[in-house]
């Protein structure tokens, strides 16, 4: 199994820089974070901090967004709808290795292309700008990079759950666009969660959502005590035996019902 | 009509798969109505086949659009769970999709390929000698083998989407083959090459199969594919196979004549051609004529006596033709 992520990883990094232009578009997405980061700032400019949120904080919050959006974002449920009506899945089907795993290596594999230019790009930006910072101990990046991929694959594991739905309807990438439009609402993509009104803070930290996005940011800029974070994991872990376990069955019985078209 | 093989590598039986199709009229209006009342038909693909295929066999696999043939081969290899009846190919039952089995078979579809469309092929062959986990040593000497003839050297660093439709196709059975299959589901695969390509896959399957002893089911519209590759063939139509055996068999049963070709040194009228047989074609020096097959020898030997015959050939009618009677006589 070893030399077949290694296999897959190296071919699908490949696909991710085999168009500049492609790249370079994935790139300047990373950007739409940082326009919501304006808005605040202009907020903040007018009113002085929001509910104990600084300049410093907002840019800090949204640079991280801004890398955290393109490295755990997944897109499989539209991948996979494509994959169904263009035949491609047949030769995934027919490949000794489950497809989870080829598209998997896909996320991965496109994640580190992004990452190896978006990596760099905020550590030159917290070198230059003083606003931009994160001041943790050890413990804590190891904690907020662990909640990032644990994150990452609990979103690849939900779109995956979903995708499976397209063995029965050919619209499991508009219901996932559905899904994915509340969770950006709740993840803290378009705002910090403890800027939300406190009923929809509460139900935002027990869905799948933040798990990705606000609870990294938040141990980021070391908003949240040692017990929030352990609850955080504890939350993320249950949503990924929850989705493994629906993939599984949707899998299982979506199979039967596969119908090999488009080729 | 099924015929049993104590070594079969493939056993079909009274194989069923059934799909529940969504059917709607052209038009806007039909658009909306679909909305409201979907209506749906069910399409009987397959409707109780059954054969076997003996280890190291080659078959054609053949009938028109729609017959089945393709809904039996992805039933053959677990891409479809069949509505009821039961396949095995080496002995696994291909919708459990065991690990072993899907190493031990490769399914080639003409109309598509598996290859990593952005990088060049060799991409792919490195995916699939870690997927397969064929050993380095074996990988470089079936590689090396494959590249040579197939003729793919010029290729290998090349994006696929440069490739021409005939260089992705050897690229695309290399690919199918670098794990030595034993079993070769062969889905059109000649389909859009030129004369030169198909003419290279057709000799390429041939030699693997010799070399081998895999087992191969092809299916293909070019009968050339057919006659090159195969003696026995399986005809489907309708989901249900309407021959199964020998092609020579087939021609005969379906093809009550033969054809004599003749070449003459004086001009002989149609008419005095028309007592040896159906004229098909003549212009007086050459004449193509259609004899009831028991007839064949005694009205080549009465030609020969009677006309100033220079030259004469007896053939047997085209293969094209031949199954296009098996059709029309449905």
């Known amino acids: ?263 | 009509m099924a015929r049993q093989n104590g070594d079969s590598a493939v056993v079909v039986e009274d194989l069923v798969k059934h799909f529940r199709v969504h059917r709607r009229e052209a038009g806007v209006a039909a658009g909306v109505k679909s909305l409201l009342r979907r209506q749906y038909a069910d399409v009987r693909a397959v409707d109780g086949v059954s054969f076997s295929i003996g280890r190291g066999e080659m078959v054609g696999f053949l009938g028109p659009n729609g017959a089945g043939k393709t809904t039996t081969l992805k039933c053959l290899s677990g891409l479809l769970y069949p509505t009821s009846g039961r396949a095995t190919v080496m002995g696994y039952t291909p919708h459990e999709r065991k690990t072993d089995f899907l190493r031990a078979f490769t399914l080639v579809m003409g109309q598509r390929n598996q290859l990593f469309w952005d990088l060049p092929a060799m991409e792919t062959f490195l995916v699939n000698q870690a997927i397969y986990r064929i050993p380095q040593s074996e990988f470089g000497t079936t590689l090396a083998e494959l590249v040579d003839l197939l003729g793919l050297g010029p290729y290998l660093d090349k994006p696929v989407r440069n490739l021409s439709l005939g260089e992705r196709m050897r690229a695309e059975l290399a690919a199918a083959l670098l794990h030595r299959p034993a079993i070769l589901f062969l889905d059109e695969p000649t389909l859009g090459l030129d004369v030169t390509g198909a003419a290279a896959v057709r000799s390429f399957l041939a030699d693997y199969n010799v070399r081998t002893g895999a087992t191969v089911l092809l299916t293909s519209h070019y009968m050339i594919d057919v006659t090159a590759l195969t003696r026995r063939v399986i005809v489907i139509d309708q989901g249900q196979i309407r021959f199964d055996g020998d092609l020579q068999v087939l021609a005969d049963k379906t093809a009550p004549h033969r054809v004599i070709k003749v070449t003459l040194s004086s001009p002989v009228d149609p008419v005095g051609l028309a007592e040896y047989g159906e004229v098909e074609a003549t212009d007086g020096f050459t004449a193509v004529l259609r004899v009831p097959r028991s007839h064949t020898k005694d009205v080549a030997a009465r030609m020969l006596a009677e006309l100033p015959v220079e030259d004469i050939a007896i053939e047997e009618p085209p293969i094209e033709e031949v199954i296009r009677q098996v059709f029309a006589s449905e």
Not at chain 1, 33 to 61: C, H, K, N, Q
Not at chain 1, 105 to 114: A, D, I, K, N, P
Not at chain 1, 179 to 185: C, D, K, P
């Open chain 1, 1 to 263: 199994m070893t030399f077949a992520y290694r296999a897959l990883l190296r071919a699908h990094v490949g696909m991710g820089v085999a168009y500049r232009a492609r790249l370079t578009v994935w790139i300047l997405s990373s950007l739409f974070p940082l326009m919501m980061m304006a808005v605040w700032l202009s907020v903040v400019d007018e009113v002085g901090p929001t509910a104990g949120w600084r300049i410093s904080d907002f840019v800090s919050y949204y640079a991280g967004g801004a890398v955290l959006f393109h490295t755990t974002t997944s897109f499989l449920t539209w991948a996979w709808d494509a994959d169904l009506r263009s035949g491609d899945m047949s030769f995934k089907l027919l490949k000794p290795i489950d497809p989870f795993h080829q598209y998997l290596t896909q996320e991965v594999g496109l994640r580190v292309v992004v990452l190896v230019f978006l990596l760099p790009t905020l550590v030159v930006l917290t070198l230059l700008l003083p606003d931009l910072t994160y001041q943790l101990t050890p413990i804590e990046w190891f904690a907020a990079i662990t909640a990032a991929l644990t994150g990452f694959f609990l979103n690849v594991l939900m779109a995956m759950a979903f995708a499976t739905i397209g063995f029965w309807t050919t619209q499991a990438g508009n219901l996932y666009s559905l899904w994915w439009g509340l969770g950006a609402f709740l993840s803290g993509w378009i705002a910090p969660l403890s800027l939300l009104p406190d009923v929809v803070a509460d139900v935002a930290v027990v869905m799948p959502f933040r798990s990705s996005m606000g609870f990294p940011l938040e141990i980021l800029l070391g908003r949240l005590t040692g017990a929030e974070i352990a609850t955080g994991f504890a939350v993320t872990g249950i949503w990924i035996g929850g989705f493994a376990l629906l993939y599984r069955l949707g899998w299982r019985m979506g199979l039967r019902r596969y119908q090999a078209v488009g080729g």
